[in-house]
């Protein structure tokens, strides 16, 4: 039975994985508030998750986060149950440039948000946490009990969230979180309406290489070829997006009568080099896509790879999407949208 009677705020939800859980969260019934800046995302977005979903969102503002009148002007608005939070800056080498930024909008943007939530009564959230804060991994693949070894700002600032988000589930009764550490989500919606559209040129290597697919950048740079790894290049757990919005959901659902905080890494449980994706990229798109090795980039670190079992045990969901259903989904996106979301669908 389709839920009717819950409404989630989801900020960021016109980001990647914002836009795409927006949609699971419309197909299963929620109504769906939604605030973003837009720093990494266009308004553009909302027409086509409405499209894919069959469904209309309940609102959207385009709100800093930090903006504390005007978060506390929708959580007014609004009879607000839970929260999704995606919103926050999220790479790694824009993160090691600009670290003053990652903390006050990572970190100065989850507090604004909480303290409005406190403020509300509002207890139950999903927080939008990543595998970056192993840092250099000693063993993979990793478990959430592996130790948290930021090694860049952008990392550091979702580990100082999630020790935040920890301390307030046991200093205050009620509060509910679940803190989701994704590895690396990539992909895009299989109708071609929904995909990755970062702002400038994408930072992320998936977006980074269906753009050099498309003709539209010259050749990818490989960030080293001198890690620990089968072939030299990085090694990460690809997670398709649709997983990981399938994922948001469950967590979502298995927040009530659960209080606490609890923490899940996302993850296919297997991992893929930079040079591996690229041949899957080429056979996804049939297109050559140049290629150099450059030096690494910093911050990076060589694998990262998860161990998904406790999503599994505690939800009873694994992703189920492969490395090559992403490659598919990312190429149909970039074909049918040259120029990101300015396309009309
Ligand atoms: C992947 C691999 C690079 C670009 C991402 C998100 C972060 C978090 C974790 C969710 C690495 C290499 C990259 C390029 C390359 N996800 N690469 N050339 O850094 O693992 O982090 O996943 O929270 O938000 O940013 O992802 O795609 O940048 O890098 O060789 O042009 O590809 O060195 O090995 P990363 P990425």
């Not at 930090?66 to 506390?72: E, S």
């Not at 989850?110 to 192993?134: A, D, P």
């Amino acid at each position: 039975m389709p839920r009717t009677l819950s409404t989630a705020l989801v900020t960021g939800g016109a980001g990647f994985i914002g836009s795409h859980t927006c949609v699971e969260l419309l197909e299963h019934g929620y109504e769906v508030i939604v605030v973003d800046d837009h720093s990494n995302s266009s308004p553009e977005v909302f027409a086509r998750t409405e499209k894919v979903a069959g469904r209309c969102l309940g609102a959207v503002y385009r709100i800093d986060l930090r903006d504390r009148d005007a978060l506390n002007a929708v959580f007014n608005r609004h009879p607000i149950d839970v929260v999704v939070h995606f919103a926050g800056k999220k790479e790694v080498a824009e993160s090691v440039r600009t670290p003053v930024e990652y903390y006050d909008v990572n970190v100065g943007g989850t507090l604004t948000l909480l303290s409005v939530m406190q403020e509300h009564g509002i207890h139950r959230l999903v927080f939008s946490s990543s595998c970056s804060i192993y840092g250099e991994a000693d063993r993979i693949p990793l478990t959430e009990a592996d130790p948290a070894r930021p090694t860049n700002p952008y990392a550091a600032s979702k580990w100082t969230c999630e020790q935040i988000l920890a301390d307030v589930c046991r200093r205050r009764d009620g509060w509910a979180v679940m803190s989701l550490r994704y590895f690396n989500p990539a992909g895009a919606h299989p109708s071609g309406l929904l995909g990755e559209v970062p702002r400038g040129a994408p930072g992320n290597v998936m977006p980074y290489m269906a753009q050099v697919a498309a003709g539209r950048l010259d050749r990818l740079n490989v960030f080293g070829g001198d890690y620990a790894t089968s072939d030299g290049t990085g090694i990460r757990d690809y997670i398709h997006v649709m997983d990981v919005a399938e994922a948001h959901r469950l967590a979502l659902e298995h927040l009530a009568g659960r209080p606490g905080m609890r923490v899940f890494n996302l993850g296919l449980g297997s991992g893929t080099s930079v040079l591996e994706l690229l041949a899957a990229f080429r056979r996804a798109s049939g297109r050559p896509i140049p290629y150099r090795i450059v030096p690494r980039r910093p911050g990076d670190v060589g694998a990262l790879v998860a161990d998904p079992t406790a999503a599994a045990r505690a939800w009873g969901w694994r992703a189920t999407r492969d490395v090559a259903a992403m490659c598919q989904d990312a190429w149909r996106f970039t074909r049918l949208n040259p120029a990101g979301y300015a396309d009309r669908p």
